[in-house]
Structures are given as structure tokens and as C-alpha cells.
């Protein structure tokens, strides 16, 4: 789902799945924070592992603000745990001061339920979609942000063949246009991973134009290579699931010879320069 000026933006049905699209203005270098794993609940006061994930993230939004991007990613697993309504209620509530500026791309976890996210944040009190998928153009690139979550009692992840026939059409599209895909759920996991990852490799490593691939899901930041592109795992906004694992989000800045990722948070703030291919 995208959020502009706090609203949803305008959607799509795509067979069992449902779309959402915007269209943001080139303006030299594209400025992106990426966050996942906020684990927001109603209860404000709800701790674990000795961290607050409200005041957490309301440290994340402060800090993101200052940094003015023109998109936010929150990658999946934005409620505590079970995905009920008044955890995304508490999400907006928080996320709003930055909604009014910025394209906010929300992406599901194993810890989020669609239909109470679409009935809270969107305002559809319609069946849930299987699949919610998010396209933002800001040309040169593109960023593509998948559904890896089964539903909100189930820990690993699945795209599904009707998904991933979905983006390889969005990739045919526009063959050329840089893009970066975005899903909760990485490969290999220390809980458990997107059972069909693979699918997703063969086909970054057909379509030249996937620059990086973004996942979250372990609460830990660190930078590899999947397929012939990069891939980009998130640190948690919430809480870590190690006493000594950095918590934040990633200062994206992508421009014509590659990205630069800054963590921000309690983390070393070393940038990394990752060229395109």
C-alpha cells in the first residue's frame, strides 16, 4: 500500500491480488528511508526484549524528517504481532507527520493481516486481496514492493506463482528503468524464509534492470548479493532479536552509478557505496 499526504493511493486489481501505483518527480539523486519490522501495538506502552518499538519508531520518524526523503519503505511486519486494528491505528497516528511529505510504501510480514490493514489504513472493508503489491515510478527508477506473507499466524513467506507472474510483466514493461524489489521475507532465515525465493533469483537474474533486492524479517542489517544484484537486509526498528544487533533504518540514496546506504540508529553509521550493474 502507498500512502500520500496520509491517504492511500489509487489501486488495481490484479487477478487474486491488488496493486497500488504512484508516480513521484525526478529531482536529482532519489532520497529513500527503509525500515522494517516496527512491530507497533496498540498498547503504547508494550515492550519486549527491554525496547519500546512505539517510541522506537516515533525516534525512526523524527530522524527520517530530518533526512527529507521523498519515499518511505516500512518492509513488512508493521503490528506487533497478530496484525489486529488498533496496532496499525498506533502506526499511523505515528507515521502521519512523515505520510504528509513523503510516499510511504508499506509492504506485509508475518505479523500483519491485510484486511485489517486495508480496513484501517485504506479504508477497504472489502474482502482482503491474497497479495498487495506497490509500483512507485521516479524515473529513472523504480521501486517494486512484493507480498511475502501467508497471513499473520504463519512465520514463513511464499510470492506465489500468480505474484511473480505479475512482476516478471511489470519487469517486461519497462526493461530498462533501474529497479529495486522490496519483500519481507529473505531466502535463508534464522526463523524460516520465503519458501519460493528461488523463483524470485532466476528471475533477477534474467531481468538486468533489478538492481537490488530488499528484505527484512531477521532483524539484522547486512549487505550481500542475490542473482547478480544487491541485496539489502533491513535492521529492525522495534527491537533486535540479539542485545548487541543494531536497531534503525537505511538512509537510501540512489543516483546514476549506484547507492549509498547510511544506517541510522543505534548502529555504526558507515556508508556503503554499492554500484549499479
Not at 485489517?116 to 521501486?143: I, M, S
Request: charged share 20%; glycine share 10%.
Amino acid at each position: 500500500m502507498i500512502l500520500l499526504s496520509g491517504g492511500p493511493s489509487p489501486s488495481a486489481k490484479h487477478g487474486s491480488g491488488l496493486c497500488y501505483r504512484c508516480a513521484l518527480e525526478p529531482d536529482g539523486p532519489a532520497r529513500w528511508a527503509w525500515a522494517s519490522d516496527t512491530h507497533i501495538s496498540g498498547d503504547a506502552g508494550a515492550s519486549q526484549r527491554g525496547f519500546q518499538p512505539a517510541r522506537q519508531f516515533e525516534r525512526a520518524v523524527a530522524e527520517m524528517r530530518q533526512f527529507r526523503p521523498s519515499g518511505v519503505l516500512v518492509n513488512g511486519d508493521l503490528a506487533w504481532s497478530r496484525g489486529h486494528s488498533h496496532d496499525y491505528e498506533r502506526f499511523l497516528d505515528i507515521m502521519h507527520p512523515l505520510a504528509k511529505h513523503a510516499a510511504v510504501v508499506l509492504a506485509a510480514g508475518n505479523h500483519d493481516d491485510r484486511g485489517n490493514l486495508l480496513a484501517c489504513l485504506a479504508n477497504r472493508r472489502d474482502p482482503a486481496p491474497q497479495w498487495l503489491a506497490v509500483v512507485v515510478e521516479q524515473p529513472p527508477f523504480r521501486l517494486i514492493a512484493l507480498d511475502s506473507s501467508i497471513d499473520a499466524q504463519t512465520v514463513g513467506g511464499e510470492i506465489g506463482g500468480a505474484q511473480l507472474g505479475w512482476l516478471e510483466d511489470e519487469l517486461e514493461a519497462e526493461p530498462r528503468a533501474p529497479t529495486i524489489i522490496c519483500l519481507h521475507h529473505p531466502g535463508e532465515s534464522s526463523s524460516e524464509g520465503c519458501s519460493d525465493f528461488s523463483g524470485l533469483v532466476r528471475l533477477v537474474q534474467r531481468r538486468r534492470c533489478v538492481q537490488a533486492v530488499v528484505t527484512a524479517h531477521d532483524h539484522e542489517y547486512c549487505v550481500g548479493e542475490v542473482g547478480g544484484a544487491h541485496h539489502v537486509r533491513l535492521p529492525a526498528v522495534g527491537f533486535p532479536f540479539e542485545e548487541r544487533t543494531p536497531t534503525g533504518w537505511v538512509a537510501a540514496v540512489l543516483g546514476r552509478a549506484g547507492i549509498e546506504l547510511q544506517l541510522r540508529g543505534s548502529g555504526n553509521p558507515a556508508v556503503t557505496h554499492l554500484p549499479w550493474r
